[in-house]
């Protein structure tokens, strides 16, 4: 069904819906209160909550199509693009460092910068398709050099021991194919795909497109120097630092000569050093990573490809091994998706793969954002494997409704904006949550959508909400990355906290944060001990609940500034008792009204959406 074209269905949303609710004999549930659609379209747009005087506003707009003038608003804000970057972010495999493979040399000081253009091409209303284009063939467009900054698609991904370029490919070829097509191409690395129609030349095929290409000793600048002092300082202690390089190779090697770019750091061929002088070489290397990194003067420079002088021409590893090589095949994009002899020309063919994507040929790429469109939107998918599309993945019960969502897109110029309003507009959206114990009989799991799906809020919403009621939450946009869990806590959004591959800090371990070493389609949400546990001793979260008490010096106001609302006569009463008898905890330092908004911060309401 995936590889057969979208079939144009004139019939809405909530039509598409209810012809099947009605074959099941399934009654959907009455529309949501605006207050929870308030809350509930704050959150699916921007991740954050309305403020009490938005939420008052909303709730009083005389207009009809008052929601349709809400879903408009919130696009329009930064927060949009902050949020559903993020979403892409975990299908790109996003990370502020290598990983374990490089310990000495980690960091990839400027991959904020990709982070920086997703979260702007979402506020620009980028075209999707063009989105696409730019993450995998930016260079070999003529774009603005901030537009460069795309490329980090393909070069944020993980190092391998001992470099191992094939790996490398091989993680580009999963990014380019599952997150866009929800293919399993890398299946074909080492024998015929078992289950899909992909045979081991299609993977060479594209093996040859992205290893025609590699990342340049110099990466572009996407800015301008600043001249103000701070930056001319960190510039001198840079190139110290970057001299200091050169000195030692130069010591080690006496005939070895500066290049001339200081920041090029590849050794020319003949370079001897042993052992111990290219630990230290390698030690020299991640300490100017670091230092770049860390300093917010630091030139910001875009993770590019270049293409090679000559194009790879690409043979077949028999059985994955590179050392040994099979037939010639040529740079094309996958078999069964295009002509018998029609091959990549144009250089590397990197630009000709890009196109392919999303041309009127290609069945799979519209409905693949379609469906984490609706995923998103609704909290579930209509595919239940988003990054798998192939055979063996079942016909969707709402295939129908997936291929309306697909058209809808490309008919609306790829509009991601447009998707979102067309889904959060229509009835079927606006469901209650609440539903008979009889409909969750019969469709426990909401595969027909006669009710909205409950949903929890995610790390980030939840770290970000908590920011919010307090009072500290930045509203700086863009930037190099923050340490989540020291001291002093930033106030900045989530998406901004530094993306350490393979270490990731406790509170992103404890609430499902992707670990970044392969493109994540959909995460896994639990609900774990560890978690109430977590948060109810986390310095973060007493001093939020520390700066709560300290703007709210009641019971009812400190339930308005989380809650949103006035507690009722049981919960007033309750918390007035509590409070003649609490006192200050030595280890926690928390006064009793800090108690209690920690205990609101904690609470299921606050957590979740509906």
């Not at 099947?20 to 209160?33: H, M």
């Not at 001339?260 to 001897?272: A, E, I, M």
């Not at 040994?324 to 740079?331: A, E, I, K």
Request: proline residues 7%; positive net charge; aromatic residues 10%.
């Amino acid at each position: 069904w995936a590889f057969k074209m979208p079939a144009a269905d004139q019939r809405s949303i909530d039509d598409l819906i209810s012809t099947n609710l009605k074959n099941k004999q399934l009654t959907p549930v009455s529309q949501a209160s605006r207050e929870v659609l308030v809350r509930r379209t704050f959150h699916v747009i921007t991740g954050l909550m309305p403020t009490l005087k938005e939420k008052q506003q909303w709730l009083s707009d005389p207009r009809p199509d008052w929601l349709d003038h809400l879903t408009t608003d919130l696009l329009a804000r930064p927060a949009f693009g902050e949020r559903w970057a993020r979403h892409w972010l975990d299908v790109a495999r996003y990370a502020d460092s290598r990983g374990a493979a490089l310990k000495d040399n980690e960091d990839l000081p400027h991959a904020y910068t990709y982070r920086d253009w997703v979260i702007r091409s979402f506020n620009e209303s980028l075209p999707y398709d063009e989105f696409l284009h730019r993450q995998i063939a930016a260079d070999l467009l003529k774009l603005p050099q901030k537009e460069l900054a795309a490329l980090g698609f393909l070069t944020v991904g993980r190092a391998y021991q001992g470099g191992q370029n094939h790996l490398v490919i091989a993680d580009r070829i999963d990014v380019a194919t599952r997150s866009t097509m929800g293919l399993t191409v890398t299946c074909a690395r080492c024998h015929d795909h078992k289950s899909d129609p992909f045979p081991i030349s299609d993977y060479y095929g594209l093996y040859g497109v992205f290893n025609s290409s590699t990342v340049p000793n110099i990466l572009p600048k996407i800015a301008e120097p600043s001249q103000e002092p701070g930056a001319v300082a960190y510039r001198a202690a840079l190139q110290k630092k970057i001299r200091a390089v050169h000195q030692h190779v130069q010591k080690c090697a006496p005939k070895y000569k500066y290049p001339s770019d200081l920041l090029n750091f590849k050794l020319p061929k003949g370079t001897k050093l042993n052992q111990k002088q290219r630990e230290k070489y390698r030690e020299l290397v991640g300490a100017v990573n670091q230092f770049q990194a860390n300093s917010p003067y630091a030139i910001p420079r875009a993770m590019v490809l270049r293409e090679k002088p000559k194009p790879f021409a690409p043979r077949i590893h028999e059985r994955g091994n590179p050392r040994s090589l099979g037939d010639h095949v040529p740079r094309a994009f996958l078999s069964i998706l295009r002509d018998k002899n029609e091959h990549f020309t144009k250089g590397s063919g990197r630009l000709e793969f890009a196109h392919r994507l999303t041309d009127n040929r290609n069945p799979l790429t519209a409905r693949v954002w379609a469906n984490r469109v609706w995923m998103h939107t609704t909290g579930s998918s209509l595919v239940d494997t988003p990054g798998d599309f192939g055979p063996q993945t079942p016909r969707p019960i709402q295939l129908e409704l997936l291929d309306h969502l697909a058209v809808f897109l490309t008919k609306n110029n790829w509009s991601t904006k447009a998707l979102i309003r067309h889904i959060i507009t229509s009835q079927t959206w606006q469901r209650s949550s609440l539903a008979s114990a009889e409909l969750l009989e019969k469709d426990p799991a909401n595969l027909y959508f006669a009710r909205a799906n409950r949903q929890r809020k995610d790390l980030e919403a939840w770290r970000d909400s908590a920011l919010q009621v307090s009072g500290r939450l930045a509203q700086k946009i863009g930037g190099k990355p923050f340490q989540l869990d020291r001291a002093p806590f930033i106030g900045r959004r989530t998406i901004y906290a530094k993306t350490r591959r393979g270490y990731l800090p406790s509170i992103m371990r404890a609430f499902d944060f992707p670990g970044s070493e392969e493109a994540l389609m959909k995460r896994t949400t639990t609900t774990t001990p560890t978690q109430a546990l977590y948060l109810m001793n986390s310095p973060f979260l007493l001093g939020e609940a520390k700066a709560i008490a300290a703007n709210n010096t009641s019971i009812d106001s400190i339930y308005q500034s989380v809650l949103q609302r006035a507690p009722t006569t049981a919960e007033k009463t309750s918390a007035q008792s509590w409070l003649k008898q609490a006192h200050q905890p030595q280890d926690s330092g928390l006064s009793p009204l800090a108690q209690l908004a920690q205990t609101l911060l904690l609470s299921n309401e606050f957590f979740y959406i509906d």
